[in-house]
């Protein structure tokens, strides 16, 4: 299934081999992956495996996280998409928004314009009438594109492994 979205500065796609480098670069930033999980970063081969699974997850649920890349330049700056937020079964059955940009492409608005077409897509082409966003409370910078997309906090919880501080925001569609 190829589903490409583009937007006036990004082009999400699916992913390619020659993605792995540039991604693992991002995860393997402390600070990009400071509010990921327990903060840990991640080398080329657990980025591998981490492509392979959003791979997977298009394949058989019609959703995923997108390459990210600038339209300009054809740059990958990161993802944007959806996943099912099995690491917070407290909320599920659920399907999570979400983001990681590489640190130069922060606080230029991408991952809100990324994000804003995800939603549309989820809400639109897949029929979703519900989408929730995670963050860890802290992670001001995610939290301000929740509420830009419309988002509302539902409520505080923490990480059933690593006990951290969590916020889930919601949107639901209108009927």
Known sequence: MTITLRTPRLTLRRWREDDLEPMAAINGDPDVMRWIRD?????????AASIA??????????IGLF??????????????GLSVPRYLPEILPAVEIGWRLGRPFWGRGLATEGAR????????????????????????????VMRKLGMR???????????????VHVLEARP
């Open 39 to 47: 903060g840990s970063v991640q080398d080329r081969a657990q980025t």
């Open 53 to 62: 699974a959003w791979e997977r997850e298009w394949e058989e649920h019609g």
């Open 67 to 80: 390459a990210a890349e600038l339209r300009e330049d054809r740059r990958l700056i990161g993802f944007v």
């Open 117 to 144: 077409a995800v939603l549309d897509f989820a809400l639109r082409d897949r029929g979703l009438a519900r989408i929730v966003s995670v963050h860890a409370v802290g992670n001001d910078a995610s939290e301000r």
């Open 153 to 167: 906090c539902e409520r505080e919880t923490r990480h059933p492994l690593s006990g951290a501080a969590l916020r």
